[in-house]
């Protein structure tokens, strides 16, 4: 696919199930606009309901997927859709909360092999890749560390940030070892050591984090995730 000559209009692929009540989807378009304003750039964005998902052409001609939070998702397979193809043709990619997750196990499957990969809130066997968090973080803040040299730490410009989330489910510790390979590096982690970000080194920006970096848009905060995002879009 062809990415935008810099004087054009770029399109984003929201991929999830919009609800006007969800503060994360009320706070991404906030995060665009301010991102596309301090680019002076222009950023057009398409809801993308995940049942309108049924095969990679549906992504097509678009310059950046994220896959935002509202799991589980109406049609979990349209989320997978959209994170391979993202994947698969060096198309920036964003995830955030159930977009984090999905993002793992489409990795977990399609890169690792790992086939009956799965998520705890909608599947009871195979291999849970996504599980309950041991404390729920259901509109709760946390303090994050960044690894040094990553997308998500060049954003940041600092290697300590606090983010808020929403969300009850993260990356099975059993499972994180195996994950954290050659191409897919965990980029983010808690006060616990626990997985809140990871990146596709193999790829020109594909970033996902547990937390909802988007949120600081409804205080007036730049989400700098979403400037580099839209950057490597015009790229």
């Known amino acids: 696919m062809e990415t935008s000559p810099l004087s054009s209009t770029l399109r984003i692929a929201l991929v999830g199930d919009y609800n006007a009540e969800t503060v994360a989807h009320q706070a991404i378009p906030l995060a665009i606009d301010d991102a596309a304003a301090v680019l002076e750039l222009t950023a057009d964005y398409d809801w993308l309901p995940t049942k309108e998902i049924a095969s990679a052409e549906d992504l097509v001609g678009y310059d950046a997927v994220w896959v935002v939070p509202g799991s589980p998702y109406d049609n979990e397979d349209g989320a997978f859709i959209a994170i391979r193809y993202a994947r698969e043709n060096a198309i920036?990619?964003?995830?955030?909360?159930?977009?984090?997750?999905?993002?793992?196990?489409?990795?977990?499957?399609?890169?690792?092999?790992?086939?009956?990969?799965?998520?705890?809130e909608t599947a009871h066997g195979g291999r849970l890749v996504i599980s309950p968090l041991s404390?729920?973080?259901?509109?709760?803040?946390?303090?994050?560390?960044?690894?040094?040299?990553?997308?998500?730490?060049?954003?940041?410009?600092?290697?300590?940030?606090?983010?808020?989330?929403?969300?009850?489910?993260?990356?099975?510790?059993?499972?994180?070892?195996?994950?954290?390979?050659?191409?897919?590096?965990?980029?983010g982690w808690d006060n616990d050591g626990d997985v809140r970000a990871v990146e596709l080194t193999t790829h020109p920006?594909?970033?996902?984090?547990?937390?909802?970096?988007?949120?600081?848009?409804?205080?007036?905060?730049?989400?700098?995730?979403?400037?580099?995002?839209?950057?490597?879009?015009?790229?």
């Not at 997750?101 to 790992?114: D, P, S, T």
């Not at 303090?143 to 099975?172: D, K, N, Q």
């Open 205 to 235: 920006f594909f970033v996902a984090t547990l937390f909802q970096h988007e949120r600081g848009a409804l205080d007036g905060r730049p989400v700098p995730l979403v400037r580099e995002f839209l950057r490597a879009a015009r790229r």
């Open 135 to 187: 404390c729920s973080l259901v509109e709760q803040t946390g303090e994050i560390e960044l690894r040094p040299h990553t997308l998500i730490a060049r954003a940041y410009g600092r290697m300590e940030i606090e983010e808020a989330y929403r969300c009850r489910f993260g990356v099975s510790p059993e499972f994180v070892e195996a994950l954290n390979g050659d191409a897919l590096k965990v980029t």
């Open 92 to 120: 920036p990619f964003l995830g955030t909360c159930g977009g984090f997750q999905h993002a793992v196990i489409e990795y977990a499957r399609n890169v690792l092999g790992w086939e009956d990969a799965s998520h705890g």
